[in-house]
């Protein structure tokens, strides 16, 4: 004991040296392996009618504790909550009442009593047993204020989930919009898959990749950064209609919208189009909002968002024209598209073609005005290299992006299934890179094996799912959807 009470602070002291005369009592809450509880804190409150006088059966962590002599009351927190408990010597017996008063807050305790109202109407239980389940060996952050430090809600997100209820909330409620989902599609037929996270070809999105060794085959392989040519590959195959909800990997910079590690959903069904993947998308962000919050409008940092209402639809050709004032359809060449950028200090590479200027055009001028749900379609095909062309305007290609708070939260094609046309758009991705461009795909020639054997017209999209969180959930940051977000290793 001696060694391990080294720059503890007194607390910490203090409860070891509980710990260990609890242990030499022979009363180690550690060697208790299990605990039956019946109900939750937050089931004796809405069930207190038919609870009353009833004994029951709770555990979870004391957050305050009022001494008062022989009877003393304490706060048990548990998943859906706190409850009130009045723990009185005359009902639990002198020698527990004992131990409890030396109970510390964050100590893990077992309860047995019977439902009650106190003199102020709260429902509270009568203990009539406790039990010490774990002992807290450090203190909790301050009771009245939680853990405010933002950077330490992050790395210990363990405290946060302890501390501040409202986190704790948007986490259940996270798992409930992903379960959502999960139904939806399971009604519409879709399967859902798994597929490597480990590939030789990252591709499907432009993104910089991690790089790894696998020592066993001695071989370089890339984390995936996007789930879209094995989904594909199972569309040939004859699975028509599949998605994946998983982690994918880029290696890029950290922001409020940002982080490394994130939950991307896509999905592919066979014989639809990107018109589709609209209607799809506006059927289930609906479901989602009504199961998980009981309404259709949602309200992020104060602004309200419909999606009750038919989801807007305009092309980009549109956007940019309706709020930059330049029409590139009458924009022929790229030395006047790049004249146009300079004209309005939009800044472009010597690689950017007239696809590329138009796409940086509309990422400074739109973006930010498209709050309520809009999809924005047809993209120029320079930046779309796994789409279909429009038949009737072939410099463009059947694709679109759907928007909510100016926020991209998906972006979705009629996918390229004509495999020549595919092996061109991969060349002009390999010339991309040789350019400079670190974040275009390379070529995959089992992809375009696949393709060869024939995928039908298929739809196909991909769904952010943390941004998603953070609207229903009304979350300032990626962060703050993330159980444990990427954070920079600290070095003593």
Known sequence: MENTQRNLSEQEIIRRQKLTALQEAGADPFQITKYDVTHHGADIKANYDALEGQAVSVAG?????????KASFCQVQDLSGTLQVYVARDSIGEEPYAGF?????????GIKGTVFKTKTEEISLHATELTLLSKSLQPLPEKFHGLT?????YRQRYVDLITNPESKDTFIKRSKIIASIRRFLDTKGFIEVETPMLVSNAGGAAARPFETHFNALDEDFKLRISLELYLKRLIVGGLERVFEIGRVFRNEG????????FTLMELYQAYTDYHGMM???????RHVAMEVLGTTKITYNGVEM???????RITMLDAVKQYSGVDFNEIKTLEEARAAADAHHIEYEERH??????NLFFEEFVEHHLVQPTFVMDHPVEISPLTKRKPDAPDYVERFEFFMNGWEMANAYSELNDPIDQRERFAAQEEQFAAGDEEANHTDEDFLNALELGMPPTGGIGYGIDRMCMLFTDSPAIRDVLLFPTMKTITE
Do not use: Q
């Open 279 to 285: 209607d799809l998308t506006e059927e289930m962000y």
């Open 353 to 358: 073609k007239k696809g590329d200027i138009l």
């Open 149 to 153: 430090n933002v950077d330490t809600r």
């Open 61 to 69: 962590r004391i957050m305050a504790k009022r001494i008062m002599g």
């Open 306 to 312: 419909d999606l009750g209402k038919p989801f807007a």
């Open 101 to 109: 008063k030396k109970m510390d807050i964050g100590d893990i305790v």
């Open 254 to 261: 950290l922001d409020t919208r940002h982080n490394p590690e």
